[in-house]
């Protein structure tokens, strides 16, 4: 079993950045993993997907300005979020997909 813990959300004013962080408790080397967002009344998406050869596929909603990243050796993965809109106002959570491995989620406000 792998523990999942994000972190890095805030408030942040549309058009900033953030850098989200996904720290495993054990290794990832083996997992494909995907960053997902629910927005209030909304259901849980997924946006951003990284295989274990380090192949990505974004949602349409946050192609060029996010960009999920793995570094196998920290058990961490990352989101860095880039012109960041009103929109993108969720929270956040990891997940190692096709399992049932998720974390707890981080809250991302953006806002002026």
């Known amino acids: 079993q792998v523990q999942l813990v994000e972190s890095g959300g805030g408030l942040v004013q549309p058009g900033g950045s953030l850098r989200l962080s996904c720290a495993a408790s054990?290794?990832?080397?083996?997992?494909?993993m995907g960053w997902y967002r629910q927005a209030p009344g909304k259901q849980r998406e997924l946006i951003a997907r990284?295989?274990?050869?380090?192949?990505?596929n974004y949602a349409d909603s946050v192609k060029g300005r996010f960009t999920i990243s793995r570094d196998n050796a920290k058990k961490t993965v990352y989101l860095q979020m880039n012109n960041l809109k009103d929109d993108d106002t969720a929270v956040y959570y990891c997940?190692?997909?096709?399992?049932?491995?998720w974390g707890q989620g981080t809250q991302v406000t953006v806002s002026s």
């Open positions: 997940r190692v997909l096709g399992s049932t491995f």
């Open positions: 054990g290794s990832i080397s083996i997992y494909d």
């Open positions: 990284i295989d274990t050869r380090y192949y990505t």
